[in-house]
Nanobody, 124 residues
Framework: QVQLVESGGGLVQAGGSLRLSCAAS????????VGWFRRAPGKERGFVAA?????????TYADSVKGRFTISRDNAKNTVYLQMNSLKPEDTAFYYC????????????????WGQGTQVTVSS
């Protein structure tokens, strides 16, 4: 079992930055790919970014965040981060991290463990 806890959300003005953290306990996170998803008000949850297991050499991003968001991992801290820059009001959402043991990072059905989420609100 892997328990995931997100933190770092909050209220920020458009153009600002936030860094979300996804801290794991229970088992090491290094053997899992980790993804970030978000659910905006009135919308379905959607893929944001993912990072490969172990070294984290592989990453992928949704087109809407490419060039603005960066996902990274620190295996020594059992934590994955999402650095969000140049935030826009449309980035307002509840952000979740999840652990994926099998692949196809964009499909949330491949994620076994989910955190409770953290709210990000971007004001215009």
């Amino acid at each position: 079992q892997v328990q995931l806890v997100e933190s770092g959300g909050g209220l920020v003005q458009a153009g600002g930055s936030l860094r979300l953290s996804c801290a794991a306990s229970g088992r090491t996170l290094r053997t899992y790919a980790v993804g970030w998803f978000r659910r905006a008000p009135g919308k379905e949850r959607g893929f944001v970014a993912a990072i490969s297991s172990w070294s984290g050499a592989g990453t992928t991003y949704a087109d809407s965040v490419k060039g603005r968001f960066t996902i990274s991992r620190d295996n020594a801290k059992n934590t994955v981060y999402l650095q969000m820059n140049s935030l826009k009001p449309e980035d307002t959402a509840f952000y979740y991290c999840a652990a994926n043991p099998r692949g196809n990072w964009i499909n949330e059905d491949n994620y076994d463990y989910w955190g409770q989420g953290t709210q990000v609100t971007v004001s215009s």
